[in-house]
């Protein structure tokens, strides 16, 4: 129920100027200790800067590495990381298009093949599944954690229920809550989440007990740096998952994998392979993930470092 709840909410949510993505880690002192459902990032200023330099997640450590795209510097200098992690990721970063590497005099050197832009994040938004508020599971303390970290722009809570005074009253003033019908993709927006502060400091939950709560102060920085790294994230994943090798495997019209056998949506790494007694190896559908994509979305597929093609407009949830 959740995971395709997850799905439909992922494809109504897609605009133009928007970039969806799900399942991320948002813990920064426990950086396993929060992952969010689903992220929304709109452009800012310099987004299609950004998108013109490449459509995969660029790696953390290649962004603060002593490089711009002037003089090519020694990989030694460049990182401040053991030489065999410096290789690995001048590696990675060279595949996905951000550092050119080269040799000079014997010794190998890097480059960057663009200024990485600071400002090309609008805002980013974490919004938390329930589609059954009579379940809600730890769903008020993940709420809490958000609240008081701030490191999102927005957070939302997003459920197929109806929403009563009761539930409201059970978290934080601050969080947003959208009713959401997964068949119709149809959302109301019951209450507008509050802007948080994710300039600040924060505090991040650590451990919640009857009597005392574990707390770790951070800073706007650090903050600062795991938003970088969400964007990152969010812009390299999307939101699709494969679709199943099964030979009744097809996807949705906004890619989303679809089962003929059982007639629904399914999520492939639960439902289906061995786990299933219809299942019939085959090659995967040929759904075009990438272009639906770059169509329905802020994301480019294709970079061609000709300037902006779209206008990045801020848009509201409604
Ligand atoms: S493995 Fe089973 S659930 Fe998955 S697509 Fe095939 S028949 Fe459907």
């Known amino acids: 129920m959740e995971f395709r709840f997850e799905l439909a909410l992922c494809a109504a949510l897609?605009?133009?100027?928007?970039?969806?993505?799900?399942?991320?880690?948002?813990?920064?002192?426990?950086?396993?200790?929060?992952?969010?459902?689903?992220?929304?990032?709109?452009?800012?200023?310099?987004?299609?800067?950004?998108?013109?330099?490449?459509a995969d997640r660029i790696p953390d450590p290649a962004i603060e590495a002593a490089v711009g795209p002037g003089e090519a510097v020694p990989l030694t200098e460049a990182f401040d990381l053991p030489p065999d992690r410096a290789e690995a990721v001048a590696d990675h970063a060279a595949a996905v298009g951000y550092l050119e590497r080269e040799r000079r005099d014997g010794r190998p050197v890097?480059?960057?093949?663009?200024?990485?832009?600071?400002?090309?994040?609008?805002?980013?938004?974490?919004v938390e599944n329930k589609p059954d508020l009579g379940s809600p599971g730890d769903l008020a303390a993940q709420l809490r954690y958000d609240a008081a970290l701030g490191l999102f722009d927005h957070v939302v809570l997003a459920t197929a229920s109806y929403v009563t005074r009761a539930h409201l009253n059970r978290i934080?003033?601050?969080?947003?809550?959208?009713?959401?019908?997964?068949?119709?993709?149809?959302?109301?927006?019951?209450?507008?989440?509050?802007?948080?502060?994710?300039?600040?400091?924060?505090?991040?939950?650590?451990?919640?007990?009857?009597?005392?709560?574990?707390?770790?102060?951070?800073?706007?920085?650090?903050?600062?740096?795991?938003?970088?790294?969400?964007?990152?994230?969010a812009y390299g994943k999307g939101w699709r998952p494969d679709p199943p090798a099964c030979a009744h495997a097809t996807t949705t019209a906004d890619g989303r994998p679809y089962c003929e056998q059982f007639e629904r949506v399914v999520n492939p790494g639960r439902d289906c392979g061995q786990a299933c007694e219809a299942f019939e190896p085959a090659d995967p559908p040929a759904t075009d993930r990438d272009a639906l994509r770059d169509e329905r979305t802020a994301w480019v597929a294709t970079p061609d470092g000709a300037g902006p093609r779209r206008q990045s407009g801020l848009s509201r949830f409604r």
């Open 14 to 54: 897609e605009s133009p100027d928007r970039v969806v993505s799900r399942q991320l880690g948002a813990g920064i002192e426990n950086p396993g200790g929060r992952i969010v459902d689903v992220c929304v990032m709109t452009p800012g200023p310099a987004f299609d800067r950004r998108a013109a330099i490449t």
């Open 172 to 233: 934080p003033d601050v969080v947003g809550v959208w009713r959401f019908d997964p068949d119709t993709g149809d959302r109301e927006v019951v209450r507008e989440p509050t802007r948080l502060a994710p300039d600040a400091p924060g505090v991040e939950i650590r451990d919640e007990r009857a009597l005392r709560t574990d707390v770790a102060l951070v800073t706007a920085d650090a903050k600062a740096r795991k938003r970088r790294r969400i964007a990152e994230r």
């Open 110 to 126: 890097v480059r960057a093949t663009a200024r990485y832009p600071d400002d090309w994040v609008g805002s980013l938004t974490a």
